[in-house]
């Protein structure tokens, strides 16, 4: 053992999980950094021996931290949480301290020399597994990989640090996302839209659903990316989902798309071609016309529900 980690994520649950493999891998000396106070308490309560606590939550000044603190610290292993956010942080820290670096891992161990770590390649279809040598190392670690710490009986130490940057970018408006697709990473039930349908207008079939589900609405790259009628789209460049329920309409099963969407525990699809990919990844294959079967659905659910 006898190494030191440190983590980083914004996201609480995913710094929980970072902390859970980090006291598996270097024991008490795990340090973190945070930037609300809340998350601070938690993680020192959860086994982080410190937390480098900072007010100013800015891209610049937290990278500013984490150089700071890597300087004091010397971990060996630098864990950030796979976020939009973490995934533009930790190469760059990476880059700054001339630190071997893999991203998107969903496993790390320690090696003879450096990190063996592991990571999907080809769309999912594959395990990449690598060895990252140096000190630091850095890596980002995707969500799920690893378990929360078990409840610990020690207090670790708050220490507030006072890094701020002047923004050099100015924010002239912010808006409400769109609340239908905000926050698929975390939604129960998923009712997602592919290239099956023909215009924008016809999402309302899917709306109706979504809403008889209370599910949250995804669909794939390029109904948002190309159409723009959605914000945020699933698959290996959009957001990787874990819903208990996937409902995949009008939707091919491309490797790309496959990949966000593997750790559903159950898949639905709606695909008027009885060949198409997505029915051998399904649970349930309904062959047949989405402008059909969606009313038929969803008019069930609703007399159900009566
Ligand atoms: C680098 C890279 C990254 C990518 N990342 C992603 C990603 O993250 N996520 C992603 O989704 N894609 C991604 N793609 C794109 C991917 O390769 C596919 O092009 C895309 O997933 C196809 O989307 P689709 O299934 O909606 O469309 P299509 O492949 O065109 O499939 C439409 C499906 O709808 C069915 N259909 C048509 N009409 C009806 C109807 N009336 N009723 C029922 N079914 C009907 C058809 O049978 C067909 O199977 C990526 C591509 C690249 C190159």
């Not at 270097?26 to 007010?55: E, F, P």
């Not at 939550?57 to 864990?79: G, H, N, Q, R, T």
């Not at 594959?126 to 850095?138: D, E, Y």
């Amino acid at each position: 053992m006898n190494m030191k980690t440190l983590i980083y994520s914004e996201n609480t649950e995913l710094s929980l999980q970072l902390l859970g493999k980090a006291l598996q891998l270097s024991g008490t000396a795990v340090s973190a950094i945070s930037v609300q106070s809340d998350q601070a308490r938690l993680l020192t309560s959860s086994g982080a021996s410190k937390v480098y606590l900072n007010k100013d939550k800015s891209f610049d000044a937290l990278k500013l931290c984490l150089l700071d603190v890597i300087a004091k610290e010397s971990p060996d292993l630098i864990m950030v949480g796979s976020t939009k956010r973490g995934r533009e942080l930790a190469p760059r820290v990476a880059a700054v301290l001339n630190a071997g670096y893999s991203g998107d891992c969903f496993d790390v161990q320690q090696a003879e020399v450096g990190f063996a770590v592991k990571r999907l390649a080809y769309g999912g279809s594959t395990v990449a597994s690598t060895r990252v040598k140096g000190k630091p190392v850095v890596i980002s670690v995707t969500s799920r990989s690893f378990e929360k710490p078990e409840a610990q009986g020690k207090q670790g130490e708050i220490v507030e640090l006072n890094v701020s940057v002047t923004p050099k970018i100015k924010v002239l408006e912010t808006r409400p996302k769109n609340t239908r697709d905000a926050g698929l990473e975390n939604a129960k039930v998923i009712v997602s839209a592919g290239r099956g349908f023909k215009r924008r207008e016809d999402l309302k079939l899917l709306e109706e659903l979504a809403t008889e589900l209370d599910a949250k609405m995804g669909c794939s790259r390029p109904v948002s990316a190309d159409l723009g009628w959605m914000d945020q789209w699933v698959g290996i460049s959009g957001k990787k989902v874990a819903p208990h329920l996937y409902v995949a309409c009008g939707i091919s099963g491309t490797i790309q798309h496959a990949a966000g969407i593997r750790d559903s525990q159950i898949i639905v699809s709606i695909n008027s071609d009885e060949v198409a990919g997505i029915h051998e990844l399904s649970d349930y294959s309904i062959v047949g016309d989405i402008y059909m079967v969606l009313p038929a659905l969803t008019k069930g659910l609703r007399e159900r529900a009566k």
